[in-house]
Nanobody, 115 residues
């Protein structure tokens, strides 16, 4: 059974930082690309960043140079370091993995940035 559990969300002022974590179980974690998505109120869910099994990373243009995705394969955990947060970053952040021919999602963690 694949399970993804996000943590680390909270409320910060613009310019602040947060570090999100996603703990995975039920998969051979080191073999999979891991994704972070977010969904702001009234908007569609969008890809924020991902990291391949080899450690290659990809970012949405809106978060480049502010967010950093990383992984610890020993701990089956993927991280999203978010710096210089802006009001527009307010959203529920979700961890995602594609495995066994389907997508798995965590329940999400809320990030609220006050202007």
């Amino acid at each position: 059974q694949v399970r993804l559990v996000e943590s680390g969300g909270g409320s910060v002022q613009a310019g602040g930082s947060l570090r999100l974590s996603c703990s995975a179980s039920g998969i051979n974690f080191k073999l999979y690309t891991m994704d972070w998505y977010r969904q702001a109120p009234g908007k569609e869910r969008e890809l924020v960043a991902n990291i391949t099994s080899a450690g290659f990373t990809n970012y949405a243009d809106s978060v480049k140079d502010r967010f950093t995705i990383s992984r610890n394969n020993a701990w089956n955990t993927v991280y999203l370091q978010m710096n210089n947060l802006q009001y527009e970053d307010t959203a529920v952040y979700y961890c995602n993995v594609g495995a066994y021919s389907r997508a798995f999602w965590g329940k999400g963690t809320l990030v609220t940035v006050s202007p």
